[in-house]
């Protein structure tokens, strides 16, 4: 089965600088699809970025960036400029690419707290 | 565009009594899910499906109940509410099927069992 760990419960940084977010995974799959969810106080769901296992290239999103190391199964998430409305509780989650079935179920880490200092 | 549809946001039960959690979606979705989220455990799956008349458990299925009668309803059932099961619920959905499939999320349901 596979997981997902985030190491860092809480985080901070300081308005402006730039942060980085650890992920890491354990899979026996090849193929398969990573995210980073962003959920404020409001407690809405938010998208931030998605990387595809076959594509080396880092995914990119304006500030959000990943470090995407297949070998190592880590899957970092690099906030840069950092502004208030990023303090939130970011989510790791995991994907199979495989079709049908329980492949399609997102497996979630427990989460990182992100405050921004002004 | 409504997206998915999460009724009610906030419910207080006591103990023993039932009640249904609604998710419905209007983007023709084959794939919709509950989850559950407690502080300090991140999103747990309760049960998910692929279809209509499709239903599988999840990783903590104890104590609820779902069924899909049609693409757009996914109801999720608390047969006889207990304390353990207060937490803050969401169902999401997607497309089935190959390709990076984003899940859509509802706004979420706060159930506070006394």
């Known amino acids: 089965a596979q997981t997902v760990t985030q190491s860092q419960p809480e985080m901070s940084v300081q308005e402006a600088e730039t942060v980085t977010l650890s992920c890491t995974y354990d899979?026996?799959?090849?193929?398969?699809?990573l995210f980073w969810y962003k959920q404020p106080p409001s407690r809405q769901m938010i998208l931030v970025i998605r990387?595809?296992?076959?594509?080396?290239q880092n995914a990119t999103e304006n500030r959000f960036s990943v470090n995407f190391q297949k070998a190592a199964k880590s899957f970092s998430l690099k906030i840069s400029d950092s502004q208030l409305g990023d303090a939130a509780m970011y989510f790791c989650?995991?994907?199979?690419?495989?079709?049908?079935?329980?492949?399609?179920?997102?497996?979630f880490g427990k989460g990182t707290k992100l405050s921004v200092k002004p | 565009n409504a997206g998915v549809t999460q009724t009610p946001k906030f419910q207080v039960l006591k103990t023993g009594q039932s009640m249904t959690l609604q998710c419905a979606q209007d983007?023709?979705?084959?794939?919709m899910s509950w989850y559950r989220q407690d502080p300090g455990m991140g999103l747990r799956l309760i049960h998910y499906?692929?279809?209509?008349?499709?239903?599988d458990q999840g990783e903590v299925p104890n104590g609820y109940n779902v069924s899909r009668s049609t693409t757009e309803d996914f109801p999720l059932r608390l047969l006889s509410a207990a304390p353990s099961q207060t937490s803050v619920y969401f169902c999401?959905?997607?497309?089935?099927?190959?390709?990076?499939?984003?899940?859509?999320f509802g706004a979420g349901s706060r159930l506070t069992v006394l």
């Open positions: 499906s692929v279809g209509a008349g499709i239903t």
């Open positions: 990387q595809e296992a076959y594509k080396q």
């Open positions: 983007m023709n979705h084959e794939y």
């Open positions: 989650a995991y994907r199979s690419a495989s079709y049908g079935g329980s492949q399609g179920n997102l497996i």
């Open positions: 999401a959905s997607s497309f089935q099927g190959l390709g990076a499939n984003v899940l859509t």
């Open positions: 899979t026996s799959e090849s193929d398969y699809y």
